[in-house]
């Protein structure tokens, strides 16, 4: 069993920088895959970044790029997500999710609100 607690979200305003991070608690393996998702309200729920525990297959929605920087402390089983540069568009609850298999995330956490005002 995996469990997930994110923290780290909070308001801002346009052109801030938020880190949220992600503890994991359970056993897991480099071949793991690690994903925050975003959903905003009205919208369907997007992945934003992903990446193997073992820290490869890193993957960016195209709206995050450049901006955005996934990332884990192997030691402290923790997921990161660094934001920078945020636009109001980025607002939304963010989740932790974690896919032992590669096909669907079997694992979530209760999520962490990001706004970002103009």
């Known amino acids: 069993q995996v469990t997930l607690v994110e923290s780290g979200g909070g308001s801002v305003q346009a052109g801030g920088s938020l880190k949220l991070s992600c503890v994991v608690s359970?056993?897991?393996?480099?071949?793991?895959?690690m994903a925050w998702f975003r959903q905003a309200p009205g919208k369907e729920r997007e992945r934003v970044a992903s990446?193997?525990?073992?820290?490869?297959?890193?993957y960016y929605t195209d709206s995050v790029k450049g901006r955005f920087t996934i990332s884990r402390d192997f030691a402290k089983k923790t997921l990161f997500l660094q934001m920078s540069d945020l636009k109001p568009e980025d607002t939304g609850k963010y989740y932790c999710?974690?896919?032992?298999?590669?096909?669907?995330?079997?694992?979530w956490g209760q999520g962490t609100q990001v706004t970002v005002s103009s």
């Open positions: 990446m193997k525990w073992g820290a490869y297959n890193i």
């Open positions: 359970g056993g897991i393996a480099s071949t793991f895959s």
């Open positions: 999710a974690v896919s032992p298999s590669g096909d669907s995330y079997a694992y």
